[in-house]
């Protein structure tokens, strides 16, 4: 049999893509006839697909084979590299994994004012068809005391207690502080923290025992503009899951291979969690009761936005975007790296831009994101971007 046939046969064995780590113990890939090839020729195929279809759509078939049965999922996730080595998002833990060092991965976001909804798409714009592959989507939520923004796997399951849940941005009343949680530690630590379970849902919409955990991976701070100077917005992010040796030589950004795993067991919620109880925050203070294996004196990295340049004959400022941004925002912005000299890290490293952010046309925003940092936490970070900053224009 030919690879375009097996390839076609497995497209009409799944009519969708399926996920790569909410498969649970409970919920086990069953084995059909395919598992019966020699492993030298499954490991052929597999391999001949992933090189072949390197884009999406196309690049589903590769998801296909993963969730074929158990042989070929636990083949697929060895030939399959991360975003770092490879420069492709394949899985959805790829979105919880660093990009790629030598060049950015691009993406854009399309908002919808309507449903205060921000879908992240991969592709360089918007296609004429529809038929862009979605990444993350994220759902504005004001409070009386700020704004969340719910990060989902899907557009329309914004539920914190859903196993579709990776994580959320909250801000401060002013809309000057913002802070990044994510749905699991940012590398696979061998601690358990002491979060209760989400109470029980219908098992057909959410896993029925989902652990209510939310870590503090980095903030986001926007400078005061007190005298109501023009300018852009002056901002800098601490990336507290990322130490700031992942940028020197031979450093490297912590990598989660998998999303949480569901609990073997039942967890009795507390009386304080019955009904519709609080998601746990592991903020500042609770992260320094943790072991100190695990986090150690770690120094965190810090971002800083590129300072723009005044343009005389366009009369306003002005960033090299090269041509990823045509549209004059105040929301439009390039992260550095800000690090001190004594850590020794290169002029070139330092100059290079981790994350570009900007716009494109009406609702339309442009999100370019490279090493260290994930889709999950760049996306995260131009979501501050879109929250009322009426104290720093």
């Known amino acids: 049999m030919s690879l375009k046939s097996i390839v076609r046969e497995l497209k009409e064995m799944r009519d969708g893509i399926a996920p ?11 084995q059909g006839q395919w598992a019966n090839l020699p492993p030298e020729l499954l490991l052929d195929i597999i391999h001949r697909v992933e090189e072949s279809e390197t884009s999406w759509p196309a690049r589903a078939v590769v998801v296909f084979c993963g969730s074929v049965c158990k042989s070929w999922r636990s083949i697929t996730k060895e030939i399959v590299k991360t975003p770092e080595q490879c420069g492709r998002i394949t899985f959805p833990i790829s979105l919880k994994q660093p990009g790629p060092r030598d060049s950015p991965i691009q993406c854009f976001i399309r908002r919808n004012r309507e449903t205060s909804t921000y879908l992240l798409y991969f592709g360089l714009v918007p296609s004429e068809n529809e038929s862009n592959k979605l990444l993350l989507a994220a759902k504005r939520i004001r409070r009386a005391t700020g704004t969340d923004f719910v990060i989902s796997l899907t557009a329309d399951d914004f539920s914190r207690a859903s196993n579709k849940y990776v994580g959320k941005l909250r801000s401060n009343f002013l809309g000057t502080k913002f802070t990044i949680f994510d749905s699991q530690p940012p590398n696979d630590a061998a601690f358990q923290p002491n979060c209760r379970s989400s109470r029980r849902f219908n098992s057909k919409q959410v896993s029925p025992r989902v652990p209510a955990c939310n870590y503090l991976v980095s903030t986001v701070s926007y400078e005061l503009n007190v005298l109501r100077t023009r300018g852009p917005r002056r901002m800098h992010c601490i990336m507290n899951s990322v130490p700031v040796s992942a940028i020197q030589e031979g450093g490297n950004a912590p990598t989660p291979t998998s999303f949480p795993q569901i609990f073997d067991e039942p967890l009795s919620p507390s ?8 998601i746990t925050d592991l903020n500042s203070a609770s992260l320094s009761e943790l072991p100190v294996s695990s986090q150690g004196s ?4 810090v971002l800083k ?15 090299n975007f090269k041509g990823r941004v045509t549209v004059a925002s105040v929301k439009n912005f390039q992260l550095v790296a800000a690090v001190d000299p004594s850590h020794n890290v290169s002029a070139a ?3 290079k831009v981790i994350l570009q952010f900007g716009k494109i046309g009406k609702d339309i925003f442009t999100m370019d994101y490279r090493y260290p940092l994930s889709a999950f936490q760049a996306f995260a970070i131009c979501l501050s971007s879109f929250d009322t900053k009426p104290a720093c224009e």
């Open 20 to 30: 790569d780590v909410l498969v649970t113990p409970n919920e086990p890939i069953q």
């Open 271 to 278: 009386p304080a969690l019955k009904g519709k109880g609080p």
């Open 298 to 301: 770690v120094e965190h990295l």
């Open 305 to 319: 936005n590129k300072a723009p340049r005044w343009h005389e004959q366009l009369q306003c400022w002005c960033l």
């Open 349 to 351: 490293e330092l100059d």
